[in-house]
């Protein structure tokens, strides 16, 4: 790529750019769901990481997660990588991977040697890049319910 990936904590400035970046991913832009998201990283940081890549003074993917330490029956504390996203310019560059070296020394200092995560089956870049990271198949089956509103059940 040739310019340094900067990897540094995500800010209340960043906002913006969050939004920008993961309408690429996602399709569209969800600042209601970012602005909440952000405010608990940034006030919440024992337990939560926000991470930003940058790349010549322009930040390019973000990376936000969470840490757990005995939550849903499980006895040892673990992580959750809760959104991973990059510019499509930038995708294959290094920086997606860049953001996980950052997050994993960060919870290795913890002690935290477990990171789950959800990616929708059809997600074959993402699902590609999480099995490059070293990403498996957990032993768990993640469960839901579609609620009908028309009924009491």
Same mark, same amino acid.
């Given at each position: ?11 209340? /400035?960043?906002?913006?750019? #969050? ?22 990283? =940034? ?13 010549? @003074?322009?930040?390019?993917g973000? =990376? ?5 330490? @005995?939550?849903? @029956? ?6 959750? #990588? ?18 996980? /070296?950052?997050?994993t020394?960060?919870?290795?200092? #913890? /002690?935290?040697d477990?990171?789950?995560? #959800? ?6 870049d =993402? =699902? ?5 990271? @070293? ?11 579609q ?7």
């Open positions: 790529m040739g310019s340094e990936i900067i990897v540094r904590v995500l800010e209340p /400035r960043d906002f913006a750019e #969050l939004v920008r970046i993961d309408a690429h991913s996602f399709g569209r832009p969800r600042p209601e769901y970012f602005k909440l998201k952000l405010k608990n990283t =940034l006030e919440d940081t024992s337990v939560r990481v926000g991470l930003a890549a940058e790349v010549d @003074g322009t930040m390019v973000f =990376l936000m997660g969470s840490m757990y330490f @005995g939550d849903y @029956g499980q006895a040892e504390p673990v992580a959750t #990588l809760e959104s991973i996203s990059v510019l499509p310019d930038f995708a294959r560059k290094g920086v997606g991977s860049a953001l996980w /070296r950052q997050f020394m960060n919870l290795k200092a #913890l /002690r935290i477990k990171v789950q995560t #959800l990616v929708d089956w059809s997600s074959f =993402l =699902l590609a890049f999480m099995r490059h990271l @070293g990403f498996r198949p957990a032993p768990r089956l993640c469960l839901e319910q609620l009908n509103f028309e009924t009491d059940d």
